[in-house]
Structures are given as C-alpha cells and as structure tokens.
C-alpha cells in the first residue's frame, strides 16, 4: 500500500471539507494532524474626503483629556466588520473568531491657529487607549503635516474601535484635510 504522501498527481485529492467550504476559505491547519476551513481574510478601510480649504474635518481638545475623532468615514470595503457612527464613529469586529489584526490611521493635520503644539493620537479599544498605540505630531497654524499610527491587537466578536486626540494643557483645534483608517487581518490564525 502507498502511503499518502508518496501519492502522484492522478491520484492527490482535494483537502477535506473542500466541497462545503465557503468562497475565500483557507485549510488552516492546527498542528496536530487537522485542521479547519476559516476565512481568508477580515477587513475594513474607510476615508473622510480629502479638503484642505474648508478643512474636511476638525476636532476641538480640552486639554489633558483624550477627546474621540469622530468624523463620517467612507467605507471602501468591509469584510466582518461594520463602520458605527453612534454614539461616534467606530469600527465594530463582527466576525465569530477571534481575530489577530492591523490597525492603521493616517491624516493631514494643522493647527486652527496659535503656534506648534504638540497633538497626541491614540487607539481605544472597548473604550479603552490601547498601551503602546500613542504617537504624538508637532502641529502649527500654518502648515500641513502627516501623522500616522499602526497597532497589532486582538479582537473579538463585538470589539470596538475608535481613535482619540490630546493636546497640552488649553484648547486646541484640530484640522484635518484627509484622514484614512483600516484594520485587517487574518480569523483563526
């Protein structure tokens, strides 16, 4: 008798549970002889469209609070995941595995007015900043800069996502002229 891995092309076959597996499933093995069909991938991305005249959108800090970035994305596709506006803008995990996911945030900010201050970006999950997600950029009245954020984390069916902005002490005015967001990632790995 032939062993299984010593078979040659006529006589290979498909994996098992091949012919219910849904459309974009991938075999993911479990490391002890088995393993199970899961979805190629999850995933949602989303933009606020781009003006940096009016400007597309903008956000007004307290100060040493944290203060959510709630604007209307525009969702470019969504895989297991649903864009939320109430109570603000939010990025819900629908999927019902857990997920190992990237999240990346970017936009174009200046100061409403005033001289260089100092904006703290930061993840929440389930309402709270994610430890290690804050970046910081220099911000002034006069001219456009780039921040950007990426973080690894793990969701669960129902997590939420949101992002948050701090500035020092005093009010400050945020202006974006774009801002995009995604999170991806892989079920079951």
Known sequence: MTEHVDLTDPELHEP????????DNI????????????????????????DDVTPAYSVTTGGTSDV??????????????TAL?????????????????????????KQASGGTIDMQFVLYKNG??????????????????????GFDT?????????????TPAGTATALFAQMYMNVQGTPGV
Do not use: C
């Not at 709270?128 to 954020?149: D, F, I, L, P």
């Not at 793990?154 to 701090?166: H, I």
């Open 16 to 23: 098992k549970g091949v012919a219910t597996a849904a459309v």
């Open 27 to 50: 075999y993911l093995a479990d490391g002890v002889g088995s393993g199970s069909w899961v979805k190629h991938k999850a995933h949602i991305g989303g933009y606020v469209v781009f």
């Open 68 to 81: 959510v970035i709630n604007p209307t994305f525009i969702g470019t596709h969504a895989e297991d995941f």
């Open 85 to 109: 506006i109430t109570p603000n803008a939010r990025i819900r995990y629908d999927g019902l595995t857990d997920l190992p996911a990237f999240v990346h945030f970017n936009g174009s900010i």
């Open 128 to 149: 709270v900043a994610q430890e290690g997600s804050r970046v910081v950029r220099s911000a002034t009245s006069g001219a456009w800069g780039s921040v950007a954020m």
């Open 154 to 166: 793990l969701l669960s069916t129902n997590d939420y996502l949101e992002f948050f902005l701090k």
